[in-house]
């Protein structure tokens, strides 16, 4: 049952007999209707100077008159407060409603299909060939898989594209390096690692051999022409920091529908440059194509370079075109931190200025920076953390950790590959995605307070409580669920798919996040504050299935951001 809508039609209802009144409509008024901070003003609140007008009578009289015209079976109490109605749902109804209806929907719960038939591009993790993950790679790749799952859950089509940096000229440099000093099984073996350090060694030696810069500017533009011997080491450097990728999108359980990247562009640009010319928005500037931006206050957007070269902003361009021919996405999101936040409002001005509409239909969700331990993350100073350490070390200390708490638990090292994981994402994707974030490790591994664990531990809290009542079916006595930590409990999982909308709307997969750490913790307080394993089968079965509604929505939000919900711990 829709509470909300229910005493929206409740109170039409009641504006018609009292005053003969019909012009707001059922829907209008539920959309008045607010939930007050405080749970004793009440479930719901309307004021009744939305009314004032079409009545022309004082708001304190119109409440006054609506309050005694109102009644329905599930209100507790109604009542009239400085122009505000107040209505307090019956607490056994209210629980009874909840429960039934997020147990009805199972798995679905929170699910919609208001998506269906519409396609949503998510430009995430798009991550550089040859260079590793840092730190700040998680980011992008955790709030894009989870805006990917949010977005699936709502009935959307979602397609998620890793923009692979392919593109420039280090890459010639890399084949010519190893072409010189490279062998194929240290590579191999070696990885990304190895291409650095033939990529380091070519710089020194190119610092005093003029000559071998040459070589490396000839090697990226046989790349550009697609000779055959420089695509196939370019093709394999791509395969060999795929895979190395691929272990950390395993360990995070990320997956992409789309690699195509940077290179992939590379003959698309000619339309770009071509309608940019028919459209006169291209113009010379020291030898360079641009954009003028001017009058958008934004520096030109650069198209082509003095030497011909195509940059970061035409393949974007180019890609933008692309996508829309292809999959013509309701929206199009570019997970990316907010250093770039100038080149894609410059790059959707572009397309506005080209004539695209569609360009509204873009979204640049922009994310802070970590920090480690108070300290900012600089390649130069060689303070780096890299996200395969990151992880392993988090799996570790999870590791030990469950050893001393549960030592005799099955599947240790599985369940210790979700929590150690499971704590730096959660880490991640805790607060606002705008502000940065330090990372320091006794925060998101802790066991208590606002952590992936203690969510974890709350979900496994639930399944132990349940196991040990399988098989039971008494008839719920929902009268036992009114006290003030059930009914927080109750009222939470009531929010929920409101939840999944605004963190969808808002692009703010954190909204999520820190629903699963107050879900869990007002679990635990209902959990402390009663025995749930009532001798009374009434009660036992009204506080076990809120318990398994509770489950329920843990694993459904932990899901939802990339998080696994392990049943014992
Ligand atoms: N590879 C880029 C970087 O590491 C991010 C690409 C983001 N996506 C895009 N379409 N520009 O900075």
Same mark, same amino acid.
């Given at each position: ?228 011997? *420089? ?5 394999? =450097? +791509? $395969? @060999? ?7 950390? &999108? #395993? ?40 954009v003028d931006l001017e009058a958008y206050s934004m520096p030109p957007c650069l198209i082509v370079k003095k030497d011909g070269a195509t940059l970061y902003a035409t393949r974007d361009l180019a890609a933008a075109l692309y ?13 990316? *931190? ?5 080149? =894609? +409002? $410059? @790059? ?7 004539? &695209? #509409? ?85 925060? *998101? ?101 809120l318990t398994e509604v509770t489950r329920n929505t843990l694993k459904t939000a932990l899901g939802l951001i990339g998080i696994a919900a392990p049943e014992r711990m």
């Amino acid at each position: 049952m829709d509470f909300k809508l229910s005493i929206a039609s409740e109170i039409a209802g009641a504006i018609q007999i009292a005053f003969g009144d019909e012009s707001m409509s059922a829907e209008e008024i539920a959309s008045y209707l607010s939930v007050p901070p405080d749970t004793a003003l009440g479930d719901y609140a309307f004021p009744c100077f939305r009314l004032a007008k079409a009545l022309k009578k004082a708001p304190p009289m119109i409440a006054d008159t609506l309050r005694d015209a109102l009644e329905a079976p599930y209100l507790a109490k109604v009542e009239s407060v400085k122009g505000y109605l107040n209505f307090y749902i019956d607490r056994s109804t209210y629980a009874r409603e909840v429960i039934t209806s997020a147990l009805d929907a199972g798995e679905r719960y929170g699910a919609s299909d208001i998506g269906q038939g519409k396609t949503i591009l998510f430009d995430y993790s798009s991550i550089n060939i040859a260079k590793r993950f840092h730190i700040g790679h998680l980011s992008t790749t955790m709030l894009g898989n989870a805006l990917y799952k949010m977005y699936t859950f709502l009935g959307y089509d979602c397609v998620g594209i890793n923009h692979l940096g392919d593109w420039g000229t280090q890459f010639g440099k890399m084949i010519c390096a190893y072409k010189k000093w490279g062998d194929k099984d240290t590579v191999e073996r070696g990885g990304v690692n190895e291409m650095i350090k033939l990529y380091v060694h070519f710089d020194k030696e190119a610092a005093d051999d003029p000559a071998l810069a040459d070589e490396g500017r000839a090697w990226f533009k046989r790349i550009e022409d697609g000779d055959p011997e *420089a695509m196939e080491i370019f093709n394999w =450097f +791509k $395969q @060999v920091t795929l895979k190395y990728a691929e272990g950390i &999108y #395993e360990m995070l359980g990320v997956t992409f529908d789309s690699y195509a990247g940077e290179a992939f562009y590379n003959d698309k640009m000619g339309r770009v440059l071509d309608e940019l010319n028919e459209k006169h928005l291209l113009i010379e500037s020291d030898g360079a194509q641009v954009v003028d931006l001017e009058a958008y206050s934004m520096p030109p957007c650069l198209i082509v370079k003095k030497d011909g070269a195509t940059l970061y902003a035409t393949r974007d361009l180019a890609a933008a075109l692309y996508r829309k021919d292809t999959y013509d996405f309701h929206k199009c999101l570019y997970v990316v *931190a907010y250093q770039q936040d100038l080149h =894609f +409002k $410059q @790059v959707f001005k572009v397309l506005d200025l080209m004539g &695209y #509409e569609w360009y509204k239909d873009m979204e640049h969700v922009s994310y802070g920076m970590v920090s480690f331990e108070g300290q900012a993350l600089s390649t130069r100073k060689g303070h780096v953390v890299y996200l395969e350490d990151l992880l392993n070390t988090s799996i570790e200390k999870a590791r030990a950790i469950i050893d001393e708490k549960s030592p005799n638990l099955e599947n240790k090292d599985e369940i210790a590959r979700q929590v150690g994981v499971g704590a730096v994402v959660f880490f991640d994707l805790f607060n606002n995605r705008i502000k940065d974030i330090d990372f320091w490790w006794d925060r *998101a591994l802790s066991f208590e307070g606002e952590t992936g664990p203690y969510v974890q531990y709350s979900h496994a809290r639930c399944c132990s409580v349940l196991r040990k009542a399988e098989g039971e079916h008494a008839e719920p006595n929902y009268a036992a669920l009114s006290d003030p930590q059930a009914q927080d409990v109750v009222r939470m999982i009531e929010q929920f798919p409101d939840i999944i909308l605004s963190a969808v709307e808002r692009s703010e997969p954190s909204m999520v996040t820190r629903y699963s750490a107050n879900l869990a913790q007002a679990y635990n307080r209902f959990y402390f504050e009663n025995h749930i394993l009532d001798n009374d089968l009434g009660v036992r079965a009204a506080r076990l299935l809120l318990t398994e509604v509770t489950r329920n929505t843990l694993k459904t939000a932990l899901g939802l951001i990339g998080i696994a919900a392990p049943e014992r711990m």
